[in-house]
């Protein structure tokens, strides 16, 4: 377990067999060559986002098998009432992202700007989990985009998906179940429908053409 504070300009690499936590304590953390914060194996690693610091990750640099601001080879948790945000700078790059294993959200006010996906499981997947916390990703690929499946059980979660191309808010493999919570999620492409097994209803709306900000419907 380790605590990070303070102003780092290069990336933070983790290599390590089990569990890892990260406190997360106002640290700025702006590679210039890399992602953020990369952990290599398969372990799990933990965010914990203390209560009332801001902590800001940005990466930089060409495209690696990092591909992402925020980056977990294993399984990622993101705990805590702290602020996160990140920024992804690479053409290619998402903001937090796993290659085969899940990511869940239990709490944390999180900002995300990215030029790909805001948070995405690649490779063969892993579920992404929101249970709580505040979450505004403006991204410009898909906000969510899982290769297995979406679960939204409590939070806030404001998701912008690309207004060109073929994305979405939110985009799922194997579905995306809303069980709680507060979810609005936009984008150029055909939002997928919540499973029938979402025990929280929800209203899905698309247009034949695409929409200017302040246009008015009746």
Known sequence: EYTLNGTLNHSLYI??????????????????????????NQNNLVIN?????????????????????????GPLTINGAGILRVVGNRGNDEGIATKNAPITINNGKITIVTKDDGINT?????????????????????????????????????????????????????????????VIATGSSWLQIPLLISKQKSLSLGFDSLNNENQIYT
């Open 15 to 40: 290599e390590a067999k089990s569990e890892v936590t990260l406190n997360l304590n106002g640290v700025k953390i702006y590679s210039t060559e890399d992602a953020a914060i990369t952990n290599i």
């Open 49 to 73: 986002l203390q209560e009332r610091t801001t902590n800001i990750l940005s990466d930089a640099g060409s495209e690696t098998d990092y591909d992402a601001c925020l980056y977990s080879n």
């Open 122 to 182: 690649g490779g063969d997947g892993g579920t992404i989990s929101i249970n709580g916390g505040i979450i505004y990703i403006n991204a410009g690929r898909d906000g969510i985009d899982s290769n297995q499946d979406i679960l939204v059980n409590g939070g806030t979660l404001f998701t912008i998906g690309s207004s060109f191309g073929n994305f979405s808010g939110l985009d799922a493999d194997k579905g995306i179940s809303i069980n709680g919570g507060t």
